[in-house]
């Protein structure tokens, strides 16, 4: 019994862990299209930010479909042969309706863990915004302007940067910085993402502006939440076995 209950143990953790992977690389994948659509798209001026919601949903689906395809078709690899009155249904086959309620958790928490938003309200200049001030460095001129087709996306540092803006030429300050970079404005400031907020986002309120920035140690946190899961089926496996060795006494 014990040594089965370790092989079901370690058979959720390998599936979780290819999962896992799976939900990591769809996510950087989906957010980097979505952002570029967002860009290409003239019409998103009319829209809302772009944020990781959609796109942390969407590989939480695909990854489980993909999970779950793989299962099936191992499942009929190792039964196919077997009579129909011998074959075991896919759900009780070595524990899978155990194991894909496993995996739904998992895929659950992944998702969720990128999406978790904190909100703040600042005021400052428009390059001084962390989310910006990269790309005031972009320019065709010198680091003091931004580039002037009203969106940029690029990777540069610890992280890739996004954004568009109505830009306009609005001259030069008497220290000879471009306005439109260094003019104040106020934003609506959302970090995404538990524990670790990598992904963050800056919005000008009923303007058609947005800038983000995503840093690759936010992929920290659907790893974070992985290892918590793996406590957790870690601590009921033993409490079964504790309990099973308890009622066997």
Same mark, same amino acid.
């Given at each position: 019994?014990?040594?089965?209950?370790?092989?079901?143990?370690?058979?959720?953790? +390998?599936?979780?862990a290819?999962?896992?992977l799976?939900?990591?690389?769809? %996510?950087? #994948?989906?957010?980097?299209?979505?952002?570029?659509?967002?860009?290409?798209?003239? !019409?998103?001026?009319?829209?809302?930010?772009?944020?990781?919601?959609?796109?942390?949903?969407?590989?939480?689906?695909?990854?489980?479909l993909? $999970?779950?395809?793989?299962?099936?078709?191992?499942?009929?690899?190792? *039964?196919?042969?077997?009579?129909?009155?011998?074959?075991?249904?896919?759900?009780?086959?070595?524990?899978?309706?155990? +194991?894909?309620?496993?995996?739904?958790?998992?895929? +659950?928490?992944?998702?969720?863990? &990128?999406?978790?938003p904190?909100?703040?309200?600042?005021? $400052?200049?428009?390059?001084?915004? %962390?989310? /910006?001030?990269e790309?005031?460095?972009?320019?065709?001129?010198?680091? *003091? !302007?931004?580039?002037?087709q009203?969106?940029?996306?690029?990777?540069?540092?610890?992280? *890739? #940067?996004?954004?568009? #803006?109505?830009?306009?030429?609005?001259?030069?300050?008497? #220290?000879?910085?471009?306005?439109?970079?260094?003019?104040?404005? !106020?934003?609506?400031?959302?970090?995404?993402?538990?524990? /670790?907020?990598g992904?963050?986002?800056?919005?000008?309120?009923?303007?058609?502006?947005?800038?983000?920035?995503? !840093? &690759?140690? $936010?992929?920290?946190?659907?790893? /974070?939440?992985?290892?918590?899961?793996?406590?957790?089926?870690?601590?009921?496996?033993?409490?079964?076995?504790?309990?099973?060795?308890?009622?066997?006494?």
């Amino acid at each position: 019994m014990q040594t089965k209950l370790s092989l079901q143990s370690w058979r959720v953790a +390998l599936w979780g862990a290819v999962t896992f992977l799976l939900f990591s690389v769809l %996510f950087w #994948y989906l957010l980097d299209v979505y952002i570029k659509f967002q860009i290409g798209k003239r !019409e998103a001026f009319s829209s809302t930010p772009p944020t990781p919601f959609l796109p942390s949903i969407v590989s939480g689906a695909v990854a489980l479909l993909l $999970t779950a395809l793989a299962l099936v078709a191992l499942w009929w690899l190792q *039964t196919w042969r077997k009579p129909v009155a011998l074959r075991a249904g896919f759900a009780r086959h070595k524990g899978n309706a155990e +194991l894909c309620i496993w995996l739904l958790l998992l895929i +659950l928490l992944m998702a969720i863990s &990128p999406s978790l938003p904190e909100h703040s309200h600042i005021a $400052t200049c428009r390059c001084c915004l %962390f989310t /910006v001030n990269e790309a005031c460095g972009h320019g065709p001129i010198s680091a *003091t !302007e931004l580039p002037s087709q009203g969106s940029y996306y690029f990777s540069a540092g610890p992280g *890739t #940067y996004a954004g568009m #803006y109505a830009s306009g030429p609005k001259g030069l300050t008497k #220290y000879g910085f471009d306005k439109f970079a260094f003019e104040n404005i !106020e934003a609506d400031r959302t970090p995404f993402g538990w524990p /670790v907020s990598g992904i963050t986002l800056d919005a000008v309120p009923r303007e058609s502006e947005w800038h983000i920035v995503f !840093e &690759p140690y $936010t992929a920290g946190n659907p790893f /974070v939440w992985f290892l918590g899961w793996l406590i957790l089926q870690a601590i009921i496996g033993i409490s079964k076995w504790w309990f099973r060795l308890n009622n066997s006494l």
